[in-house]
């Protein structure tokens, strides 16, 4: 993958480069509003990690000068403004997620990991984690590329938590997706999730209860 | 924003000129009628005069008069205007016994003068006449028949003098305005010296002198003089509590700080990768939380100190709390615990708020209780609602704190006696400014599972009331 940071401090852009080059990416640093530009209209990329405060200009006029240009490669904001103001104009201009300084290395990485594979999902209409894989035109199910049979809920109930990736699938939501509108236990969301519990033990995937929250599809970290 | 809605000068000027104006017109036509009047006085008296003058050389001759015009009479009549004059001696019955002119004095005006003198205004052969008309009565021992004198002459001269003395009121009254906008403009200035005064004091102060105004000022300057005063000491206060605070935050990042340079010093001493490492893993964790410190340090003024604006809004607590717990709970900080939020309440949970500050003051509870407690610990949230308030609780089953800490937790730097972990003691001082800011009740109580609740209970907003 093909990463562009523009971070004006030069210690920082050496370590955002140490920590992204090993996990396979291709980085390229600038730290100037005009290199950075000057990279943006010549190059293509999979993933812009951008500073707000440039030397030379607001990293956000660089986001909505892309954006204007219909160019919808993912954006992750790195700033030292931690209000909550700058963060939703960061997103309302077109950025996809925001990181405040300090920040730490592996929540980057993290955050990385997702926008990534959110772009690729949205190009190959596939979603996926780890060895389990959801195709959204034909609505199959595979494991370690083997295609699973399963009951038409829990391909809903799979479907909405890749759809979420990494973050927190909201129960409201899967409780809409599992059994549309209809009105349901407390429990009934529960039962299809250990269903699907079962299914996955052994595959190196779980799926995390977050108490009055929703569900995460995790891969097991020892 | 300041806003420019004209100038003092100009709105007196437009005042004084509208009662000048008012006034002056009355004035005006007052001296235009006095000036008539007292022009057709003195010119009345003039030809009762020139008709006595006329009686005195009448005389009876074998019981006819005999007229005679004296000299004096004309001279009288003529005044020193380009005027014709008139005089007629009319016998009892109405016969010219010699006139200067052809006119005929009507009979009514004969009848009338037989009573008693009279004045007529007239206008024959081409011109506007004053006319004078009396009897006379013989005088003597014999009876005779009465003459009538009747005297006249054109109405330049009065008009003339007329015209000379409303001039000369016209005159007065220009220069009495004059002198009074001069007189104006002076006062004008005069009194507006002490705001003069008062901008030039103001100018000369230099950004940082917030000492109070030392200045006389006349009694309608009063209260603006004492509002200034009132916004200096405010910023003399704001300012001095800035300037602790700062004293504060830079010692207490130093104190981190010296120890990161310290422990690399010693490490840079050091021979064996083992005691990099750890040295490295030292650093790295204070190097973490010393920039959590600063940031948190920056909110915190920021909270305090920057308290111009903050606009509120109609805030859904429970969705706020939600979308929130969803972010916090997804963090890497947060895997090693149970963060969960309670059923949220079916009721609107409506406060006035600033969204930014509210998400600020939860992160932080939870940012604590997260670090406060050891892995595993359960962490609860919870958003509940009664008939005035709206109640947001964290609370946690970890270790709590001490009673006699509680009341002291949302101090800045208090870490309720837990220096040893990696917290800045700022999280609860954050909490307390962001609830003072909202009107909210922030109460530290220990829990039902013996770790530590923290209650807010901010006023509830019913949807549609605006602020």
Redesign the interface.
């Known amino acids: 993958m093909r990463i562009l940071v523009v971070e004006d401090d030069a210690l920082l852009a050496r370590s955002l480069n140490k920590s992204l080059a090993p996990l396979g990416h291709q980085v390229e640093s600038f730290t100037t509003y005009q290199a950075a530009h000057a990279a943006m209209e010549r190059a293509e990329f999979d993933l812009i990690l951008l500073d707000l405060g440039l030397p030379d200009g607001d990293g956000l006029g660089l986001l909505s000068w892309l954006r204007d240009r219909g160019n919808a490669t993912p954006v992750l904001i790195i700033t030292a403004r ?4 700058d963060r ?1 104009r960061g997103l309302d201009e077109g950025a996809d997620d925001y990181l ?3 920040f ?1 290395l ?2 980057l990485e ?1 955050r990385v990991r997702a926008l990534l594979r959110r772009s690729q999902q949205r190009t190959s209409n596939r979603l996926s984690l780890g060895p389990l894989s959801f195709d959204a035109q034909s609505g199959a199910v595979y494991l370690d590329a083997t295609p699973l049979d399963l009951p038409h809920r829990e391909r809903c109930l799979i479907e909405g938590l890749l759809q979420h990736g ?3 699938a ?1 129960r409201e939501l899967l409780e809409n997706r599992v059994f549309g509108f209809a009105e349901v236990g407390s429990n009934a969301l529960e039962v299809y999730v250990s269903r699907l519990r079962k299914r996955l033990e052994g595959s190196g995937l779980r799926v995390r209860t ?5 569900y ?1 599809l995790e891969m097991d970290t020892p | 924003m300041i806003e420019v809605t004209g100038s003092l000068k100009s709105r007196l000027a437009l005042w004084l000129l509208v009662t000048v104006s008012g006034l002056g017109a009355l004035l005006l036509l007052e001296a235009y009628f006095g000036a008539r009047n007292a022009a057709q006085r003195a010119f009345d008296s003039q030809l009762e005069a020139a008709g006595l003058t006329i009686a005195e050389g009448i005389q009876w001759q074998g019981g006819q008069p005999v007229v005679k015009i004296p000299a004096a009479a004309l001279s009288i009549l003529a005044t020193h205007h380009q005027e014709r004059v008139f005089y007629a001696v009319l016998d009892a019955r109405g016969e010219t016994i010699t006139a200067d002119l052809d006119f005929s004095v009507p009979a009514a005006w004969q009848d009338a003068a037989a009573q008693r003198p009279v004045w007529r205004d007239a206008r024959f052969l081409g011109a506007d006449w004053r006319l004078h008309g009396r009897e006379l009565e013989s005088a003597g021992w014999q009876t005779q028949d009465p003459v009538q004198i009747w005297v006249g002459h054109t109405l330049s001269g009065r008009r003339a003098l007329a015209h000379e003395l409303f001039e000369r009121s016209v005159s007065r009254f220009l220069a009495m305005v004059l002198l009074a906008g001069v007189l104006m403009l002076l006062a004008m200035r005069a009194a507006l010296t002490p705001m003069r005064r008062l901008r030039h004091l103001l100018r000369q102060r230099t950004a940082e002198d917030m000492r109070p105004l030392d200045a006389r000022v006349p009694e309608e300057l009063r209260e603006l003089a004492e509002t200034l005063d009132t916004l200096f000491a405010r910023q003399r206060d704001s300012h001095d509590a800035l300037l602790r605070f700062t004293a504060d935050a830079s010692h207490q990042l130093k104190t981190p700080l010296a120890g990161l340079q310290h422990t690399s010093e010693l490490a840079l001493e050091e021979r064996s990768p083992e005691a990099w490492h750890e040295a490295l893993t030292m650093i790295h964790r204070r190097a973490a939380d010393t920039s959590r410190l600063a940031s948190q340090l920056l909110s915190l003024a920021r909270l305090r100190h920057l308290t111009g604006h903050h606009e509120t809004q109609c805030v859904e607590l429970a969705t706020l709390v939600r979308d929130t717990l969803l972010e916090s709970a997804a963090s890497l900080a947060a895997r090693d615990h149970d963060l969960g939020l309670a059923p949220l309440p079916e009721a609107p949970t409506t406060i006035r708020g600033e969204p930014w500050a509210l998400r600020e003051l939860l992160g932080n509870l939870i940012d604590n209780a997260l670090r406060y407690t050891p892995a595993g610990t359960t962490i609860t949230v919870r958003v509940k609602r009664d008939a005035e308030s709206v109640e947001l609780v964290v609370e946690d089953d970890g270790p709590g704190v001490p009673t006699a800490w509680l009341g002291r937790l949302h101090q800045p730097f208090e870490r309720g006696g837990r220096q040893d972990t990696e917290g800045s003691g700022l999280g609860l001082a954050i909490v307390h400014s962001i609830a003072l800011r909202h009107a909210a009740e922030l109460s530290l109580e220990a829990g039902d599972q013996g770790g530590l609740r923290v209650r807010l209970r901010f006023p509830f907003a019913a949807t549609g009331t605006t602020s």
Request: hydrophobic share 40%.
């Open positions: 931690d209000a909550i103001d939703v405040a300084k300090p730490s592996a929540e993290a990494e973050r927190i909201p977050f108490r009055g929250l929703g995460r």
